[in-house]
């Protein structure tokens, strides 16, 4: 199976910073259509989990434009420019190339 | 507004059976792919099942394999999930969603299944 692995468990920022979230897979997410079959999720207490990015780079309706995932083959980045304090969150990646579809162990951010 | 509701959560014995429901509202239930993830406590996700529209076609992880069938009634809205020979590891938060395009789109609050004895 793909294995998804998110190095950092947890990132320490403050409100109005850039961070980026990084997933490497064990084999390239790239399909035959020539898109990436990688999207990105967060999950905040008291909230339903949302989905934010889809095909690596595609943000999901309503999604604000400070969020920004990039990435190719096996490396994958989700980027959060002036951070907010709603984003303060844990982040996981998920990978629908192969089955069993499989996520990512998930990266906190939390405030400095 | 797209709502997805779970239900049929509790306490189980080790090797005993459980129910899910999610009963979807919002949208044209029938058109959509849907799926069950679970998160195991203060752990990361796991998907669980898949089923195609019709409900002709499902798809399993090995870990729930033959134990776990998922299905629909496209009429009621509404996707099921039939776990059987439950196991300690099954204890997770079970969390309905929609699928579209190969990825989770909208989700459920969660349903908690705690397996002890």
């Known amino acids: 199976q793909i294995t998804l692995t998110q190095q950092a468990e947890s990132l320490w920022i403050s409100p109005g910073e850039r961070v980026s979230i990084t997933c490497r897979a064990s084999q390239s997410l790239l399909y035959t259509d020539g898109k990436h079959y990688l999207s990105w999720y967060q999950q905040r207490p008291g909230q339903t989990t949302k989905a934010l990015i889809y095909?690596?780079?595609v943000r999901t309706d309503g999604v604000p434009t400070r969020f920004i995932g990039s990435g190719s083959g096996t490396e994958f980045t989700l980027s959060i420019e002036h951070v907010q304090p709603e984003d303060f969150a844990i982040y996981y990646c998920?990978?629908?190339?192969?089955?069993?579809?499989?996520f990512g162990g998930g990266t906190k951010l939390e405030l400095k | 507004e797209v709502q997805l509701v779970e239900s049929g959560g509790g306490l189980v014995q080790p090797g005993r059976s459980l129910k899910l429901s999610c009963a979807a509202s919002?949208?044209?239930?029938?058109?959509?792919?849907m799926a069950w993830v679970r998160q195991a406590p203060k752990k990361g996700l796991e998907w669980v099942a898949t089923i195609s529209t019709s409900g002709s076609r499902t798809y399993y992880p090995d870990s729930v394999k033959g134990r776990f069938t998922i299905s629909r009634d496209n009429a009621k809205s509404s996707l099921y999930l039939q776990m059987n020979s439950l196991k300690s590891e099954d204890t997770a938060t079970y969390y309905c969603?929609?699928?579209?395009?190969?990825?989770?789109?909208?989700w459920g609050q969660g349903v908690m299944v705690t397996v002890s004895s």
């Open positions: 919002g949208f044209t239930f029938s058109n959509y792919y």
């Open positions: 998920l990978q629908t190339l192969k089955s069993p579809w499989t």
């Open positions: 095909h690596a780079s």
């Open positions: 969603a929609r699928q579209a395009n190969y990825y989770f789109d909208y």
